[in-house]
């Protein structure tokens, strides 16, 4: 089931609200992958974009720190291991033999809470040794551990390297064993060169992301079963540590505020705290709404999801049922029965009869190819270029390829993952002359875009290929001319 809709009226959220915030992404070009609203121990609103279900392998970014934390929490709970425990005992193997001043000062407290005195995140620089734990411990501290808050990526990997070495277990067996089983779920994560854990590449199910919200939200109980004890729990979410402004949200979004810090979790500028990662992933434990919600996105622009979704949504909730409005309550259903992430157009042009099976000589280019053909049916096109054909569904249906249509994208790490390697089209008529369409994979956060443009005898094929937006890489688009 891609969608589940209860009234939102029942849960104090007028259905309007709802599709303001979906018409708001729409317009800023947000690409949403899934939403989950939770509220009163009911979810009465979900929805996931095809070609995603709700069953799809997801990346969590920085949202899967909070995983980390919770396994050291569970860890916490057997007695393996304590809050004030310092890294040089925890890992007293592997001190460095010129530890910096202060550094055995550091605890599994300061770390969970990003306040080990480290002027900077230091991942870039650990990742590049052999031994991450000791690189991490080797660099010089510029503040008092525990006095000032620095993002640092290289603080989850220390707490599920602490986890494994006081319970035995990698993150993904503790994970699974003391959590993940008891909701149906399981985790994926990829292992360093050194055979270690890499936080930074967690996944798990969209279905997953808005559970452990829920269990969050019930202090470690789920369905009733206490699972990790609520004075734990709840640690995850207190501010711990103030945060400053982060210079990246626009100064008229609400998440500009200083926030604060819990164990891997950020606070919410409205109450609660949240799971928090890069290209918006976003759960969020919302206390005071006796609420939580649920996001995962491809959206590189800080702040921007959570300022529609207060703006939209958070801002317009009541503390008692609403009175309900059907016809806004259908068109939500409807909206929500047929999320896509295909292009919007229409199914059908005069264009494809005068384009049908034409064959169009290509101009010289980096992949060989000398023909391309283009076939329509009401339901599906095709594009044969040479001895390749490629097909592509219409009307949101998404079909699969093994190849890819051109050469093969660039496998960037932070775009990667888990899942299907087989590419998905799906397309439209974005003008009476121009068919578009996309090219997306499981394994792939980002979508590719073809645009076919048909003038008189001519038509030019523009690839856009987007690796990841914020990836620091630039990809010009590859463009084809082809001419009867």
């Given at each position: 089931?891609?969608?589940?809709?209860?009234?939102?009226?029942?849960?104090?959220?007028?259905?309007?609200?709802?599709?303001?915030?979906?018409?708001?992404?729409?317009?800023?070009?947000?690409?949403?992958?899934?939403?989950?609203?939770?509220?009163?121990?009911?979810?009465?609103?979900?929805?996931?974009?095809?070609?995603?279900?709700?069953?799809?392998?997801?990346?969590?970014?920085?949202?899967?720190?909070?995983?980390?934390?919770?396994?050291?929490?569970?860890?916490?709970?057997?007695?393996?291991?304590?809050?004030?425990?310092?890294?040089?005992?925890?890992?007293?193997?592997?001190?460095?033999?010129?530890?910096?001043?202060?550094?055995?000062?550091?605890?599994?407290?300061?770390?969970?809470?990003?306040?080990?005195?480290?002027?900077?995140?230091?991942?870039?620089?650990?990742?590049?040794?052999?031994?991450?734990?000791?690189?991490?411990?080797?660099?010089?501290?510029?503040?008092?551990?525990?006095?000032?808050?620095?993002?640092?990526?290289?603080?989850?990997?220390?707490?599920?390297?602490?986890?494994?070495?006081?319970?035995?277990?990698?993150?993904?067996?503790?994970?699974?064993?003391?959590?993940?089983?008891?909701?149906?779920?399981?985790?994926?994560?990829?292992?360093?060169?050194?055979?270690?854990?890499?936080?930074?590449?967690?996944?798990?199910?969209?279905?997953?992301?808005?559970?452990?919200?829920?269990?969050?939200?019930?202090?470690?109980?789920?369905?009733?079963?206490?699972?990790?004890?609520?004075?734990?729990?709840?640690?995850?979410?207190?501010?711990?540590?103030?945060?400053?402004?982060?210079?990246r949200v626009p100064a008229e979004y609400v998440e500009k505020a200083c926030n604060g810090y819990g164990f891997h979790t950020r606070r919410n500028a409205?109450?609660?705290?949240?799971?928090?990662?890069?290209?918006?992933?976003?759960?969020?434990?919302?206390?005071?709404?006796?609420?939580?919600?649920?996001?995962?996105?491809?959206?590189?622009?800080?702040?921007?999801?959570?300022?529609?979704?207060?703006?939209?949504?958070?801002?317009?909730?009541?503390?008692?049922?609403?009175?309900?409005?059907?016809?806004?309550?259908?068109?939500?259903?409807?909206?929500?029965?047929?999320?896509?992430?295909?292009?919007?157009?229409?199914?059908?042009?005069?264009?494809?009869?005068?384009?049908?099976?034409?064959?169009?000589?290509?101009?010289?280019?980096?992949?060989?190819?000398?023909?391309?053909?283009?076939?329509?049916?009401?339901?599906?096109?095709?594009?044969?270029?040479?001895?390749?054909?490629?097909?592509?569904?219409?009307?949101?249906?998404?079909?699969?390829?093994?190849?890819?249509?051109?050469?093969?994208?660039?496998?960037?790490?932070?775009?990667?993952?888990?899942?299907?390697?087989?590419?998905?089209?799906?397309?439209?008529?974005?003008?009476?002359?121009?068919?578009?369409?996309?090219?997306?994979?499981?394994?792939?956060?980002?979508?590719?875009?073809?645009?076919?443009?048909?003038?008189?005898?001519?038509?030019?094929?523009?690839?856009?290929?987007?690796?990841?937006?914020?990836?620091?890489?630039?990809?010009?688009?590859?463009?084809?001319?082809?001419?009867?």
């Amino acid at each position: 089931m891609l969608y589940q809709f209860k009234a939102p009226e029942t849960f104090g959220i007028e259905s309007q609200s709802i599709l303001n915030f979906l018409d708001a992404c729409e317009k800023e070009e947000v690409e949403i992958h899934s939403l989950e609203l939770r509220r009163w121990d009911e979810k009465f609103v979900a929805g996931t974009f095809a070609p995603f279900t709700e069953r799809s392998m997801h990346r969590m970014y920085s949202s899967g720190k909070a995983l980390c934390s919770l396994a050291f929490l569970f860890a916490m709970q057997d007695g393996l291991i304590g809050l004030d425990e310092p890294l040089v005992s925890v890992f007293a193997d592997r001190v460095p033999e010129d530890l910096p001043e202060h550094m055995d000062q550091v605890t599994m407290y300061h770390v969970l809470t990003m306040s080990t005195g480290h002027d900077k995140d230091v991942f870039s620089t650990i990742k590049g040794s052999d031994d991450w734990v000791k690189a991490f411990m080797r660099i010089p501290l510029t503040y008092r551990p525990g006095s000032t808050y620095v993002y640092n990526n290289g603080t989850p990997h220390m707490v599920s390297e602490a986890v494994r070495l006081r319970t035995g277990k990698d993150l993904k067996t503790y994970l699974e064993e003391k959590l993940l089983s008891h909701m149906g779920e399981t985790m994926d994560i990829r292992l360093t060169t050194q055979g270690e854990p890499d936080p930074s590449t967690i996944s798990i199910t969209i279905e997953a992301f808005g559970k452990l919200a829920d269990f969050l939200y019930h202090h470690g109980s789920y369905q009733g079963k206490q699972l990790l004890r609520p004075d734990l729990a709840d640690m995850m979410g207190q501010c711990h540590i103030p945060t400053p402004a982060d210079s990246r949200v626009p100064a008229e979004y609400v998440e500009k505020a200083c926030n604060g810090y819990g164990f891997h979790t950020r606070r919410n500028a409205i109450g609660g705290y949240k799971l928090s990662g890069g290209r918006s992933q976003k759960s969020l434990v919302l206390p005071e709404f006796e609420m939580t919600a649920s996001i995962m996105a491809n959206e590189p622009r800080e702040g921007i999801l959570m300022h529609l979704f207060y703006t939209h949504v958070m801002f317009q909730v009541y503390q008692r049922p609403l009175p309900e409005k059907p016809e806004v309550c259908a068109r939500l259903k409807d909206r929500l029965e047929h999320l896509n992430l295909g292009p919007r157009g229409e199914t059908s042009s005069p264009m494809e009869e005068k384009v049908q099976g034409r064959d169009y000589r290509l101009s010289c280019n980096e992949d060989g190819k000398k023909r391309v053909r283009f076939e329509f049916s009401d339901s599906q096109a095709a594009v044969c270029m040479d001895d390749r054909k490629i097909v592509i569904g219409k009307n949101g249906e998404w079909l699969e390829n093994e190849p890819y249509f051109l050469k093969k994208p660039s496998d960037f790490r932070l775009n990667a993952i888990p899942g299907s390697k087989a590419n998905l089209y799906t397309g439209a008529w974005t003008k009476e002359n121009e068919f578009t369409f996309y090219i997306r994979s499981e394994s792939r956060m980002a979508t590719d875009k073809v645009c076919c443009r048909f003038d008189g005898d001519c038509v030019e094929i523009r690839v856009m290929i987007d690796p990841q937006k914020n990836a620091g890489v630039r990809i010009d688009p590859v463009l084809l001319n082809g001419f009867c």
